[in-house]
């Protein structure tokens, strides 16, 4: 990470205070229009989904039903649910749209979310041994972790957790990995586990009984249907997650540099420990604008619509003080995603060899 002393980063905390404080004193009708009309998209693309599914025999419809389901979950999720639960919007005062209150349509409890990723993943971003977000648990991606053999299976994990996303971040606060070291036991989680096999299940009942038994006669292609919806709302989001987090560029922190920091020195981790992508509006929409993930470490309670306009201030203020601000194509970013998955899943004379662009020279 880049070095600054007090007086830098005092300044640097100063610049993006004040393009937040802008923001906040912007914020009126206009943002509440826009939450309104998405609200409304994902509605109708929701109940368009359903609506076909059951005509799904007919494959160019049960093409539609699917894409149109899936995209209505991936709104809801990514632009909706994540973003409404960062407090976004609790200055309109509408119980609907309330961080505290919003449950969101995955397996996930809003609960255990707001623990698990607004707490810890937004105060410890890639600090390793404090964000769990970085790697989930199940991934080798610096050499903080000491490799293993286990380790050269990892992109099977890498693809059985975007297969199986939404489950995977619901089970995110069982701390599997404290559990298999014996630091807490399993006991202590049963009221997590509790509300966990709630959610999962009424979620489980919803796609998988429920609207398959309203249309027996056509239950197996509903069941396909929903099965698919799901698929392309995990697939989808865990990549934009990772090409936020996981990219060549985005850093990662030890706990040691990190400990007693400042606002201004939290302000830096985050802008150099996420990564951005490009692409046109439906991109930035279906990624929740998590498209700007610099934006929404930096700002993760402003509505993330806002970030494209604000992305062009705080490339300025990275400019100005010689931060470097990390962004790319899709393709581009995603690419070095999988490098780095695949470049920790070997020994480390291996990887250095054959990525030397992930080698421990090359990210000191």
Same mark, same amino acid.
Request: aromatic residues 12%; proline residues 4%; neutral net charge.
């Given at each position: 990470?880049?070095?600054?002393?007090?007086?830098?980063?005092?300044? +640097?905390?100063?610049?993006?205070?004040?393009?937040?404080?802008?923001?906040?004193?912007?914020?009126?009708?206009?943002?509440?229009?826009?939450?309104?009309?998405?609200?409304? +998209?994902?509605?109708?693309?929701?109940?368009?989904?359903?609506?076909?599914?059951?005509?799904?025999?007919?494959?160019?419809?049960?093409?539609?039903?699917? *894409?149109?389901?899936?995209?209505?979950?991936?709104?809801?999720?990514?632009?909706?649910?994540?973003?409404?639960?960062?407090?976004?919007?609790?200055?309109?005062?509408?119980?609907?749209?309330?961080?505290?209150?919003?449950?969101?349509?995955?397996?996930?409890?809003?609960?255990?979310?707001?623990?698990?990723?607004?707490?810890?993943?937004? *105060?410890?971003?890639?600090?390793?041994?404090?964000?769990?977000?970085?790697?989930?648990?199940?991934?080798?991606?610096?050499?903080?972790?000491?490799?293993?053999?286990?380790?050269?299976?990892?992109?099977?994990?890498?693809?059985?957790?975007?297969?199986?996303?939404?489950?995977?971040?619901?089970?995110?606060?069982? =701390?599997?990995?404290?559990?298999?070291?014996?630091?807490?036991?399993?006991? =202590?989680?049963?009221?997590?586990?509790?509300?966990?096999?709630?959610?999962?299940?009424?979620?489980?009942?919803?796609?998988?009984?429920?609207?398959?038994?309203? *249309?027996?006669?056509?239950?197996?292609?509903?069941?396909?249907?929903?099965?698919?919806?799901?698929?392309?709302?995990?697939?989808?989001?865990?990549?934009?997650?990772?090409?936020?987090?996981?990219?060549?560029?985005?850093?990662?922190?030890?706990?040691?540099?990190?400990?007693?920091?400042?606002?201004?020195?939290?302000? +830096?981790?985050?802008?150099?420990?996420?990564?951005?992508?490009?692409?046109?509006?439906?991109?930035?929409?279906?990624?929740?604008?998590?498209?700007?993930?610099?934006?929404?470490?930096?700002?993760?309670?402003?509505?993330?619509?806002?970030?494209?306009?604000?992305?062009?201030?705080?490339?300025?203020?990275?400019?100005?003080?010689?931060?470097?601000?990390?962004?790319? *194509?899709?393709?581009?970013?995603?690419?070095?995603?999988?490098?780095?998955?695949?470049?920790?899943?070997?020994?480390?004379?291996?990887?250095?060899?054959?990525?030397?662009?992930?080698?421990?020279?090359?990210?000191?």
């Amino acid at each position: 990470m880049k070095t600054m002393n007090e007086t830098q980063l005092k300044e +640097l905390e100063n610049d993006l205070d004040t393009i937040r404080d802008q923001v906040i004193s912007d914020l009126g009708e206009r943002d509440a229009r826009y939450i309104r009309r998405i609200v409304r +998209l994902h509605r109708s693309l929701e109940i368009g989904g359903r609506v076909l599914m059951p005509f799904g025999f007919i494959p160019p419809v049960f093409l539609a039903a699917t *894409t149109a389901l899936g995209i209505s979950k991936i709104i809801e999720n990514m632009e909706i649910g994540h973003n409404v639960m960062h407090g976004q919007y609790d200055w309109m005062n509408d119980p609907s749209l309330h961080s505290q209150t919003y449950e969101w349509d995955t397996v996930c409890t809003g609960d255990s979310w707001r623990r698990t990723h607004n707490y810890e993943h937004h *105060t410890y971003t890639n600090i390793i041994g404090k964000d769990r977000d970085y790697g989930y648990a199940l991934l080798r991606l610096s050499d903080d972790d000491k490799w293993k053999p286990a380790h050269t299976l990892q992109f099977i994990n890498y693809i059985l957790l975007s297969v199986f996303f939404q489950w995977g971040v619901g089970l995110h606060e069982l =701390e599997s990995e404290r559990i298999r070291r014996r630091e807490i036991s399993v006991r =202590e989680k049963i009221p997590f586990l509790k509300d966990f096999f709630r959610k999962g299940g009424r979620q489980a009942f919803k796609d998988y009984v429920f609207f398959p038994l309203v *249309t027996f006669p056509v239950a197996p292609v509903v069941l396909a249907g929903n099965i698919g919806a799901n698929l392309i709302r995990n697939l989808w989001s865990s990549t934009v997650i990772f090409c936020g987090h996981f990219t060549q560029d985005a850093e990662t922190f030890t706990e040691e540099e990190c400990e007693g920091e400042s606002k201004g020195h939290w302000y +830096l981790r985050q802008l150099t420990g996420s990564s951005n992508f490009t692409g046109g509006k439906w991109v930035h929409l279906l990624s929740g604008h998590l498209s700007y993930q610099i934006e929404h470490h930096v700002f993760p309670d402003l509505p993330a619509h806002r970030y494209p306009e604000l992305s062009e201030k705080v490339q300025a203020v990275c400019e100005k003080h010689g931060i470097p601000y990390n962004t790319g *194509t899709f393709a581009k970013q995603y690419s070095t995603v999988l490098k780095r998955i695949f470049g920790y899943s070997l020994p480390d004379r291996m990887r250095n060899r054959l990525l030397p662009e992930f080698s421990n020279r090359a990210l000191s």
